[in-house]
C-alpha cells in the first residue's frame, strides 16, 4: 500500500472511530434507571452543541430528563473517555520504551502509591471537598507523584535511566507500598470496604469540576507523547540503535516518564485503580493499524475511551441499583486477553 492510499485508509479509520465513539456516547446516556429513549437523549445532547444547539426543539422532553442526561451521566461518559484515553496512551508509550507488549500504566507502581495516599486520606476521615479538592483525590495524586520520584531515584544510574533497574524498582516499591495499605487495612477494619472499593476502580462520583480536572492534563499530555512521536518509533529499533541515529534516548525516557507518571497520577486520582485498559487497548490497535506511533497514539486514545464508555456503562447498568466495580469489567475483558499474549510469547520462545 502506498504512502497517500494509507494515509487515506488511517482517515477513513479514524472517522469511524469518531462516529463509533459519538454512538456509543449517545447510547450509554440513554442506560440506567431512567428511561430514555436514543432519540430523546440525541436531541438533548445535541442542544448543548454551539450554534447548532439553538434549532432544537426540547418540547416534551422532562427538565428532569435533562438533568439526568447533561449532569449525571454526561459527566460520567466524558471522564471514563478521558480516563481511557489517557491510560491507553501511557499504555502505548511504556510498551515503546520498555519494547515489551505487556508492560501497562502500572507497571512501575504508581497504582499502588495512588492506592497508599487514598487509604490513609479514608482512614483520617479526609473524603470531604474543600475550595473544590477532594481529599481522598488529592491524597492519591500525592501518592502517585511521590511514588514516582521514589521508582526515579531507586532505578537512576548517573545521568542514566536503565530499563531493567527502572522495572525492578517499580516491581519492589509496589509491594512495599502494597503491604503498607495491607497493614492499614487491618488496624482500621471499619474502613476496608472503603479502600478495597476505591482500589476496584469506580466513577460513581463523577461531576463536571472531575471532568475539569483530569481534561489539561490528557490534552496536554496527550499532545507532549505525540510530539516524541518519531523518537518512539526509532526507540523500538534499540537503544543504542537510537542512540546513533541522534535520538537522546535517556532525556527521552525521562521526559516521557515524568508525563506518563502525572497522567496516570490524574486518572487514578479521580477514578481509582482500572486495571488492564493500558495493556489491551494499545496491543490491539497495534495490530490494526501498526507500530508508527504517529498514527498509534490517536488511534489509541480513541480506542481506549470507547473500551472505558462500555466498560463503565456496564459497571452501573448490569446490576441495578448496586454498582459494580468497573475495574472488576475491564479485568474480565483484559485478564483473558493477558493470558492470550502470555501462551502466545511461550509459543514464540519455544
Excluded at 463509533?20 to 449517545?26: A, D, K, M, N
Excluded at 525516557?253 to 489491551?280: N, P, R, W, Y
Excluded at 507500530?291 to 456496564?314: E, K, N, Q, W, Y
Aim: hydrophobic share 55%; with cysteine.
Amino acid at each position: 500500500m502506498s504512502y497517500i492510499n494509507k494515509r487515506k485508509h488511517y482517515k477513513f479509520l479514524l472517522i469511524i472511530l469518531v462516529v463509533i465513539l459519538l454512538v456509543i456516547t449517545v447510547m450509554s446516556s440513554t442506560l440506567g434507571v431512567a428511561n430514555i429513549n436514543f432519540y430523546q437523549s440525541m436531541k438533548i445532547l445535541s442542544s448543548k452543541i454551539p450554534l447548532f444547539g439553538k434549532y432544537i426543539n426540547l418540547e416534551g422532553i422532562s427538565s428532569t430528563h435533562k438533568l439526568i442526561i447533561l449532569n449525571l451521566r454526561l459527566p460520567r461518559i466524558i471522564l471514563a473517555a478521558l480516563i481511557g484515553a489517557g491510560l491507553s496512551l501511557v499504555g502505548c508509550v511504556f510498551q515503546a520504551i520498555f519494547k515489551n507488549p505487556m508492560a501497562d500504566p502500572y507497571i512501575l507502581g504508581i497504582s499502588s502509591g495512588s492506592a497508599l495516599g487514598a487509604s490513609i486520606a479514608i482512614t483520617l476521615g479526609l473524603n470531604i471537598t474543600f475550595l473544590g479538592l477532594n481529599g481522598v483525590t488529592s491524597f492519591a495524586f500525592t501518592g502517585a507523584m511521590l511514588t514516582t520520584l521514589l521508582v526515579y531515584s531507586i532505578a537512576k544510574t548517573g545521568t542514566k535511566l536503565p530499563t531493567n533497574t527502572l522495572l525492578l524498582a517499580g516491581v519492589s516499591v509496589s509491594f512495599l507500598l502494597s503491604s503498607i495499605i495491607s497493614l492499614i487495612m487491618i488496624f482500621n477494619r471499619e474502613q476496608v470496604e472503603q479502600i478495597i472499593f476505591w482500589t476496584m476502580g469506580s466513577l460513581n462520583s463523577a461531576n463536571w469540576k472531575a471532568v475539569l480536572s483530569l481534561l489539561p492534563f490528557i490534552l496536554i499530555g496527550g499532545f507532549l507523547i505525540f510530539i516524541f512521536s518519531k523518537d518512539l518509533n526509532v526507540m523500538l529499533t534499540g537503544d543504542d540503535t537510537a542512540s546513533s541515529l541522534g535520538v537522546e534516548v535517556d532525556k527521552v525516557k525521562k521526559i516521557l516518564l515524568v508525563i506518563s507518571s502525572v497522567i496516570i497520577a490524574a486518572c487514578v486520582s479521580v477514578s481509582g485503580i482500572i486495571g488492564f485498559v493500558g495493556l489491551i487497548i494499545p496491543h490491539m490497535i497495534r495490530i490494526i493499524v501498526g507500530p508508527d506511533h504517529r498514527v498509534l497514539l490517536p488511534f489509541t486514545a480513541l480506542g481506549g475511551g470507547i473500551f472505558m464508555i462500555i466498560s463503565d456503562t456496564l459497571a452501573r447498568t448490569l446490576a441495578p441499583p448496586a454498582e459494580i466495580p468497573v475495574g472488576a469489567i475491564t479485568s474480565i475483558f483484559g485478564a483473558p486477553y493477558f493470558i492470550y499474549l502470555l501462551i502466545k510469547n511461550k509459543k514464540k520462545v519455544m
